[in-house]
């Protein structure tokens, strides 16, 4: 008796470990096909269920929706299946609109919201990229290709997801990041993910006389205001001011109600950004 149940118990163990194999192999494919039944398991087509496709689609990073092309056709509109994902996915592109996994449906194809949902500025998903494109305070709005390689909008390009997504956008700063006004400096500008901050950016001071070792946290807005770019970040004044000394024409005596006077295409007599594409736009204008 004793023995039977030992053999039992070692051909059940066997039968588990064969068992959680086959799983690892084929996680996918087994949520995709079961129960056997249907293609789907129910609650597939429910958003609240934990069976839903969207959820699905996030947990195993199926972001490029190449697997369900196979089955529901390139256009989406059921290959095989007769399933229209346009049916619902009623906005221009399908399941590809710019706006279905990040960005929201009130027009920003950027985060908020990020790919899980976030809509957090603390969160690295999420971030300045408002403050960058959508509610800029010192410049104009700057472009995606600033900081992500440009793709020309087109959903299957290598450059956008790829073949391995891990949800994690690439870093790839543009021009602008990369100015050079003088002085010899010519920025290399660094994203660096652990700390969440960009450090020698041209925009950010990294330039001839401004504040070179600048550090911008893309989740703490605070990191960032009238002279951390230039001049004093303590005071607050843009009189530049390297390295703690001033440099001719700037004179000690400057505040910003006096920049305007060669500045003036610039800003105010009150200190005020009058005209955001003259400024952080890669020209000294005076
Ligand atoms: C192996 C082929 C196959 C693959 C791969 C596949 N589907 Fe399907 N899907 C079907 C078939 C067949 C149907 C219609 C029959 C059904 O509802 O079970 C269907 C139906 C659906 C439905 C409607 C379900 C309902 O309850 O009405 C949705 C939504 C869907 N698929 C989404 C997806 C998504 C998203 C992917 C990719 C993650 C995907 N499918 C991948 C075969 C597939
Ligand atoms: C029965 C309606 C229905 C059908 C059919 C359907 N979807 Fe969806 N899908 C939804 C809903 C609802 C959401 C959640 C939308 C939202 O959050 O705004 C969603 C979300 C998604 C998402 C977002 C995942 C994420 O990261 O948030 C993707 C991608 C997607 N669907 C792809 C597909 C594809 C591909 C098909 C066809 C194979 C398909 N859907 C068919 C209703 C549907
Ligand atoms: C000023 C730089 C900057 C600009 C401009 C910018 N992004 Fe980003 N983006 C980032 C940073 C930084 C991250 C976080 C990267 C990481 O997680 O390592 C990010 C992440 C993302 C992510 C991933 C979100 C997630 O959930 O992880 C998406 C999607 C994205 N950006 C889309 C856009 C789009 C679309 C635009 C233009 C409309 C844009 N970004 C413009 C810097 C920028
Ligand atoms: C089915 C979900 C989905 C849709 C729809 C989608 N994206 Fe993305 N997007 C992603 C994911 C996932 C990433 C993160 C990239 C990765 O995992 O490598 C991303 C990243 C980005 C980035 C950051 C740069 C990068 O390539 O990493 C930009 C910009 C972007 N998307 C723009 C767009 C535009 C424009 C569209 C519409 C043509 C679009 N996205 C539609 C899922 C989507
Ligand atoms: C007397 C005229 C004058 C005033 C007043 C003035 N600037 Fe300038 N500024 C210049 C000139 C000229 C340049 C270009 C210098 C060069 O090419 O090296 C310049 C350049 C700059 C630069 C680029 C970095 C550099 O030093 O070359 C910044 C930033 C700047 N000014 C900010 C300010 C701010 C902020 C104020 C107000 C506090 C201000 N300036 C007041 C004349 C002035
Ligand atoms: C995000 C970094 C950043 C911040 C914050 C910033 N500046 Fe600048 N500023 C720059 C850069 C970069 C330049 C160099 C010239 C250019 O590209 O416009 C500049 C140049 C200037 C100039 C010279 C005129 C010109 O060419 O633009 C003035 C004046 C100026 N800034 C005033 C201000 C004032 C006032 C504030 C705060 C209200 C401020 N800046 C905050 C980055 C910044």
Redesign the pocket.
């Given at each position: 008796m004793k023995n039977k149940l030992l053999l039992y118990l070692i051909f059940l163990m066997a039968a588990v470990t064969a068992g959680i194999y086959i799983g690892c192999e084929e996680t996918t494919d087994n949520l995709i096909t079961t129960p056997t039944s249907a293609a789907h398991p129910s609650g597939w087509r429910d958003s609240s269920s934990t069976n839903f496709h969207g959820k699905f689609i996030q947990d195993n990073k199926l972001w490029n929706l190449k697997k369900c092309q196979g089955c529901h056709g390139a256009d989406y509109k059921g290959g095989s299946t007769g399933m229209n994902c346009n049916t619902c996915h009623i906005e221009p592109g399908g399941p590809e609109n710019c706006m279905l996994c990040h960005g929201s449906k009130s027009g920003n194809i950027n985060p908020p919201k990020a790919l899980n949902g976030n809509t957090s500025i603390e969160y690295l998903g999420v971030g300045m990229h408002e403050f960058h494109l959508d509610t800029t305070k010192y410049s104009k709005n700057v472009e995606c290709s600033e900081c992500h390689k440009l793709f020309n909008n087109v959903f299957s390009d290598s450059n956008h997801i790829g073949n391995m997504p891990d949800g994690i956008a690439d870093i790839n700063f543009g021009s602008l990041a990369k100015t050079s006004?003088?002085?010899g400096i010519f920025p290399v500008p660094v994203w660096n993910r652990s700390s969440g901050s960009c450090s020698e950016v041209y925009c950010h001071g990294n330039?001839?006389?401004?504040n070179r070792d600048a550090i911008a946290v893309w989740t703490d807005s605070a990191s960032v205001k009238c002279g951390t770019?230039?001049?004093d970040p303590n005071t607050g004044?843009?009189?530049?001011k390297?390295n703690g000394t001033f440099?001719p024409?700037?004179?000690s005596t400057?505040?910003?109600?006096?920049?305007?006077?060669?500045?003036g295409s610039v800003?105010s007599n009150l200190?005020k950004i009058t005209n955001k594409n003259l400024h952080v736009n890669g020209i000294?204008n005076?």
């Open positions: 006004i003088g002085g330039f001839k006389n401004g770019c230039h001049g004044n843009p009189n530049p390297p440099v024409p700037h004179s400057f505040t910003i109600n006096n920049c305007y006077l060669c500045h800003i200190g000294i005076y």
